[in-house]
């Protein structure tokens, strides 16, 4: 299964947005497609160090994944450090972090006249 990043930041909102500090995602095997595609999302999420997986099927947003989450969550530093994966033929999702937290203390320096 191929990573989806904008997939990968979708469930990060989601589990930002939870009244819980958890996600549920099941993995049944007769869940349909798009739920094991969030489940094995997830997973990766973890292997990355920004969910971890507290039960079964139920993950919690690390601090790691809130700095990730908080360095693409406006919608043109996504797109940008999107489009700079792809012009590198693709890149993890540490990688992907640097390239949105270079953007983003790119554009706070510029606002605030201030090397960072």
Not at 3 to 22: G, M, N, Y
Not at 24 to 43: D, G, I, K, N, Q
Not at 68 to 90: F, H, M, N, P
Not at 93 to 107: C, F, H, R, T, W
Request: with cysteine; glycine share 6%.
């Amino acid at each position: 299964m191929k990573r989806d990043d904008d997939l990968i930041r979708d469930l990060l909102f989601e589990a930002e947005a939870a009244d819980q500090p958890r996600l549920l995602v099941s993995t049944h095997l007769s869940s349909p497609l798009e739920e094991r595609r969030r489940h094995e999302h997830a997973l990766l999420l973890c292997d990355a160090g920004f969910f971890q997986e507290i039960s079964k099927d139920v993950f919690r947003i690390t601090n790691q994944g809130h700095d990730y989450l908080a360095a693409i969550r406006d919608d043109g530093v996504w797109q940008k450090t999107k489009e700079a994966a792809s012009t590198a033929g693709g890149v993890g999702l540490g990688v992907m972090k640097d390239i949105a937290v270079a953007y983003v203390k790119e554009e706070l320096s510029a606002r605030l006249g201030l090397p960072l």
